[in-house]
């Protein structure tokens, strides 16, 4: 069975620190992984997404990077800003039940001014 | 482009009492997920649909949950009688195959509550 695991729970940082979120899975064997944002009363917004052969992928201030033999993920976001504050969730895709998201619990990050 | 809608937004209920959640996936996705998010987990799939086909239902506790998708569009997501610890948000996704892999678009959610 397919175990994601995100440390650390809660994050507080003032803006404009770099900081990294990380995300492991129990079984490596993963068709691709998502990081996803969540805020306060609303759905998840898909940030990134890393297929199993990929190392890497950035979009603006975020980069992720996927190490699937050890079964880890990191989420490093740059120059923090308030907005930033949300819940960050790992899901990944194992691709036996194709479409299939196992999640994290997420991270709570507050960036405060 | 419109995005996955869902319908209502909050529901409180007593338990034993039966709710029904709707939603609309965005246009030209065939494949359809309701997820359960418990506070302070992570979603969890109930069900997947592709199409008006079931792939996954395993998690899907049938004594009291049943879901529906027909014409391969809308979908409703079904409890009957409801309990005290189905109180959660219930997330409802859609999504298509690309080369980058399959991304899947969430819906703001019904937030139920259970008393």
């Known amino acids: 069975k397919q175990e994601v695991t995100q440390i650390p729970a809660a994050l507080s940082v003032p803006e404009g620190e770099n900081l990294v979120l990380n995300c492991s899975f129990t079984d490596s064997a993963i068709y691709n992984l998502q990081w996803f944002r969540q805020d306060p009363g609303k759905g998840l917004t898909s940030l990134l997404l890393i297929q199993s052969s990929q190392r890497e992928q950035t979009s603006g201030r975020l980069n992720a990077s996927l190490d699937k033999s050890s079964g880890r993920s990191t989420l490093y976001i740059a120059a923090s800003q308030p907005g930033d504050s949300a819940t960050y969730l790992c899901?990944?895709?194992?691709?036996?039940?194709?479409?299939?998201?196992?999640f994290g619990r997420g991270t709570q990050l507050t960036v405060w001014p | 482009e419109a995005g996955v809608a869902q319908s209502p937004r909050y529901k409180i209920i007593e338990k034993r009492q039966s709710v029904a959640f709707w939603c609309n996936p965005i246009?030209?996705?065939?494949?359809l997920y309701w997820y359960q998010q418990i506070l302070g987990q992570g979603p969890k799939l109930l069900i997947q649909?592709?199409?008006?086909?079931?792939?996954?239902d395993s998690q899907l506790p049938k004594d009291r949950f049943s879901a529906e998708r027909l014409k391969g569009v809308d979908s409703t997501l079904k409890i009957q009688p409801a309990k005290l610890e189905d109180s959660a948000v219930y997330l409802c996704?859609?999504?298509?195959?690309?080369?980058?892999?399959?991304?899947?678009?969430f819906g703001p959610g019904t937030r139920l509550l259970v008393l």
């Open positions: 899901a990944v895709n194992r691709g036996s039940t194709l479409g299939r998201l196992y």
């Open positions: 996704a859609s999504s298509y195959a690309s080369k980058y892999g399959e991304t899947q678009y």
């Open positions: 246009s030209g996705h065939a494949t």
């Open positions: 649909f592709q199409n008006n086909g079931v792939v996954d």
